[in-house]
């Protein structure tokens, strides 16, 4: 099985995109094509910024999307001149927020991937803190498929809403809701990435990016986690519990991460500094370089 790295992104995690490639230039042990999808207003910039890298594979998320998932400039002058009180007639055109594209680029895998079978997914807010391999992850000992499964014994970890929501995308009735599958890297194999799309396809009677326009939100990793383990049952996977990385969710988590005071999963080979805390990677990029001194 050929494998790849995959990363959706934007202009505002330029330099996390780059402190991942580092990590993973340093600790990868397999030279994997590494694919960037990003907004096509920011392809320039990505470009310029990663041309002395040639193992990435930088795409336009556009070539891949629906117009119908992107604001147009007749929605944005008719919302300008419409009275406030009106702005709720435009919102099947105004189109969805960035987080949303990038799962649709995640599901689309299946169209993007040529040579390779399977991605090994990251957001840009990842990065490596030790050597691995794919078999590494894998832990195989023969041809083997992997899906990470976590139960948090937090509630507010739980993701319970994403969970009911991929059922209700998948029309499957109600089920347990104690476990997710957002985790990093996440492995998503090509051929059940898209039977996943032709089950959706075929369950709603028209395009899977319709159908998850019309969701509004979702987790792109319950919904393949769930169709996987509940509907397609296949016989060669084995269900991981451990994550592969730490993840720093709140500014205390960070503040113990600087203070060299975190508390890693013993299974752990990434980060996550979760972009949304606002926290610009100047602020911690000299703590991978201790990561990538400490294994030399």
């Known amino acids: 099985m050929k494998y790849c790295f995959f990363t959706p992104s934007y202009r505002g995690d330029l330099e996390r995109v780059r402190m991942l490639r580092k990590s993973i230039k340093h600790f990868a042990r397999e030279k994997l094509k590494h694919y960037v999808i ?25 070539d891949y999307i629906h117009a ?56 840009s807010d990842v990065f490596f803190i030790k050597p691995f391999s794919i078999q590494d992850l894998e832990g195989r000992a023969e041809v083997v498929r992997v899906l990470v499964r976590l139960q948090p014994s937090d509630e507010s970890a739980m993701h319970r809403d994403y969970m009911v929501k991929a059922r209700e995308i998948l029309k499957l009735s109600v089920g347990e809701t104690d476990f997710h599958y957002m985790s990093y890297p996440f492995f998503y194999y090509k051929d059940w990435g898209r039977s996943l799309l032709e089950y959706i396809e ?40 451990k994550p592969f990385y730490t993840g720093i969710w709140d500014r205390q988590d960070f503040d113990a991460f600087i203070a060299g005071k975190l508390t890693y999963n013993e299974n752990a080979f990434c980060i996550v500094v979760q972009s949304n805390l606002s926290i610009s990677p100047k602020n911690y990029s000299e703590y991978l370089e201790r990561f990538l001194d400490s294994s030399i």
């Open 38 to 62: 990003v907004p096509q207003e920011d392809f320039d910039i990505f470009q310029t910024a990663l041309s002395d890298d040639d193992g990435v594979v930088l795409l336009k998320q556009n």
């Open 68 to 123: 119908m998932f992107y604001q147009s400039k007749l929605y944005r002058f008719i919302k300008s001149i419409l009275p406030t009180s009106q702005h709720w007639r435009l919102r099947r055109y105004e189109g969805r927020p960035g987080w949303i594209l990038q799962q649709i680029i995640k599901l689309s895998i299946p169209d993007i991937l040529i040579n390779e079978d399977a991605a090994l997914v990251l957001d």
């Open 202 to 241: 075929r369950e709603h009677g028209t395009p899977w990016q319709r159908v998850l326009f019309n969701a509004v939100w979702f987790s792109e990793y319950c919904t393949y986690g769930i169709y996987i383990q509940e509907i397609l049952m296949p016989d060669q996977l084995r269900i991981i519990e």
